[in-house]
Nanobody, 121 residues
Framework: QVQFVESGGGLVQPGGSLRLSCAAS????????MGWYRQAPGKPRDLVAV???????NYADSAKGRFTISRDNAKNTVDLQMNSLKPEDTAVYYC???????????????WGQGTQVTVSS
């Protein structure tokens, strides 16, 4: 059983900053990557940033230079520092982990419950 706890969403003015945090808990799994996706109303869920257990990162073009993802493998946590926020960053942000259960070889997708980020003056 894998559970996620997300925190850090809220309302911020354009140009402001927010930090999202996600912690995965449970047992019997090994995480390959953790990351953040976002979904605005009427739009698909898109990648924001992801980091592998080896520290390799990948960012959406819209996040490059403004957002920074970091991960603590020992604690199974991932943070997303978001700076210079824009109204178009408004969305529900979802924590994601790609992991293996037990001795399985297949990677499974697990999602947090989502946290709202609203950028507005």
């Amino acid at each position: 059983q894998v559970q996620f706890v997300e925190s850090g969403g809220g309302l911020v003015q354009p140009g402001g900053s927010l930090r999202l945090s996600c912690a995965a808990s449970g047992s019997g799994f090994s995480i390959y990557s953790m990351g953040w996706y976002r979904q605005a109303p009427g739009k698909p869920r898109d990648l924001v940033a992801v980091v592998t257990s080896g520290g390799v990162t990948n960012y959406a073009d819209s996040a490059k230079g403004r957002f920074t993802i970091s991960r603590d493998n020992a604690k199974n946590t991932v943070d997303l520092q978001m700076n210079s926020l824009k109204p178009e960053d408004t969305a529900v942000y979802y924590c994601n982990a790609k992991l293996k259960l037990g001795v399985e070889s297949v990677l499974r997708n697990y999602w947090g419950q989502g946290t709202q980020v609203t950028v507005s003056s």
